[in-house]
């Protein structure tokens, strides 16, 4: 899920991609593939063949505050801040977007101005 603190700020909850004897599983039937670096400073989204990265998340200015969705040892869903990311590069017709870490904090101070 994904919703706008302001024009310049979206805060992103993915599930990230589950890999199984070596290969690439999404974690939804919706078919996104949200696959994290082994350093977590990238993050890349692998859009199904018949869906469309919006461009409105594709915007060079726009900070991406990272909530990874994941469940914990008893089964509920939880969520770990990852970082401030921003679009880095698109691939393949926007089929494949990339987003790069450019900070492990975030001032919520910042939504105050």
């Known amino acids: ?3 706008f603190l302001d024009k310049n700020t979206v805060v992103w909850c993915p599930k990230l ?6 290969k690439l599983k ?3 039937a919706a078919g996104w593939l949200n696959v994290l670096s082994e350093q977590w400073d990238r993050i890349t989204t692998i859009v199904p063949a018949d869906k469309e990265q919006q461009e409105k998340y594709r915007k060079p200015d726009l900070n991406v505050l990272v909530f990874a969705q994941s469940k914990n040892i008893l089964g ?8 401030v990311y921003a679009f880095e590069k698109s691939e393949d017709n926007h089929k494949k977007v990339t987003y790069k870490r ?12």
């Open 1 to 3: 899920s994904t919703f």
């Open 17 to 22: 991609a589950i890999e199984m004897n070596g």
């Open 26 to 28: 999404a974690p939804s």
């Open 76 to 83: 509920q869903t939880s969520y770990r801040f990852l970082g």
């Open 102 to 113: 450019i900070s492990e904090r975030y001032s919520l101070n910042e939504l105050l101005k």
